[in-house]
C-alpha cells in the first residue's frame, strides 16, 4: 500500500512564496508520475501539476509560470513550488501518484490547506 504525506502548507500573504512536500512510501518502485490537486471550498477538485519518472511536467493554465513541479526519486518525495501566490489559489492540495502510464491516480494524500490572503 502507498501512502503519501503532504506538508508545507500554511497561511502566506498574496504575492509570497510556499512550498509543499509528498513523500511516498510502501513502493519499491518508482512510479510513472506524482501530481498535485487542489480543491477550494464549494469547488471541484482540480489538476494543478504532475510530474513523470524522468522529469517531463504538465501545468495547469493557471498556474503556469508561477508554480514549479519537482520530484527526488532517491527520496520518493515530490514537491511544488509555488510562487506569487493570489487568493485565488487558496485551497486544500493534494498529491497524487499514478503508478504506471494510465492516466489514473490511484493514491491520494490526506492533503494540506494553503491559505492566501490578499
Known amino acids: 500500500q502507498v501512502q503519501l504525506v503532504e506538508s508545507g502548507g500554511g497561511l502566506v500573504q498574496a504575492g509570497g512564496s510556499l512550498r509543499l512536500s509528498c513523500a511516498a512510501s510502501?513502493?519499491?518502485?518508482?512510479?510513472?508520475?506524482l501530481g498535485w490537486f487542489r480543491q477550494a471550498p464549494g469547488k471541484e477538485r482540480e489538476f494543478v501539476a504532475a510530474v513523470t519518472w524522468d522529469g517531463r511536467t504538465n501545468y495547469a493554465e493557471s498556474v503556469k509560470g508561477r508554480f514549479t513541479v519537482s520530484r527526488d526519486n532517491a527520496k520518493n518525495t515530490a514537491y511544488l513550488q509555488m510562487n506569487t501566490l493570489k487568493p485565488e489559489d487558496t485551497a486544500v492540495y493534494y498529491c497524487a501518484d499514478q503508478p504506471y502510464d494510465s492516466g489514473e491516480y490511484d493514491y491520494w494524500g490526506q492533503g494540506t490547506q494553503v491559505t492566501v490572503s490578499a
Open positions: 510502501g513502493r519499491t518502485f518508482r512510479s510513472y508520475a
